[in-house]
């Protein structure tokens, strides 16, 4: 099976940085999209920023030129810089593997699927 694991949330006053992490194990042929997600408390979960396997990146409105994300395809990992932090990205983050190719041993052409991390919560002080 796929596991994601995520790192390097915390607490932060509002105009500074934090770097999240993310790692995806398992028997992965590949990932098509891994990005990282938030939730907020009372509002529903919504997209932060993707990256696809050909390198095409999405970011929500409210985190563009602060955030930027990354992927290491070799390692299936996904970084999220973020810059410039304010109280509203609080948050639940979470990380999100879309489109994974994995192998069990029991299947030769793999299966696919897709994963979240357990989230990691970021908090940004006023």
């Known amino acids: 099976q796929v596991q ?4 390097g949330g915390g607490l932060v006053e509002a105009g500074g940085s934090l770097r999240l992490s993310c790692f995806a194990s398992g028997s992965i042929g590949r990932i098509n999209t ?3 997600y938030r939730q907020a408390p009372g509002k529903q979960r919504e997209m932060v ?13 409210s985190v563009k030129g602060r955030f930027t994300v ?6 299936n990992t996904v970084d999220l810089q ?9 948050a639940v983050y979470y990380c999100n593997a879309d489109g994974v190719l994995y192998f069990t041993g029991a299947d030769a052409l793999g299966r696919w699927g897709d994963y ?3 989230g990691t919560q970021v908090t940004v002080s006023s």
């Open 4 to 7: 994601l694991v995520e790192s």
């Open 34 to 36: 891994m990005g990282w």
């Open 70 to 75: 990354s992927r290491d395809m070799k390692l």
């Open 116 to 118: 979240w991390g357990p």
């Open 82 to 90: 973020m810059k410039s932090l304010e109280p509203g990205d609080t």
């Open 49 to 61: 920023a993707t990256r696809s396997s050909s390198g095409a990146t999405q970011y929500a409105d």
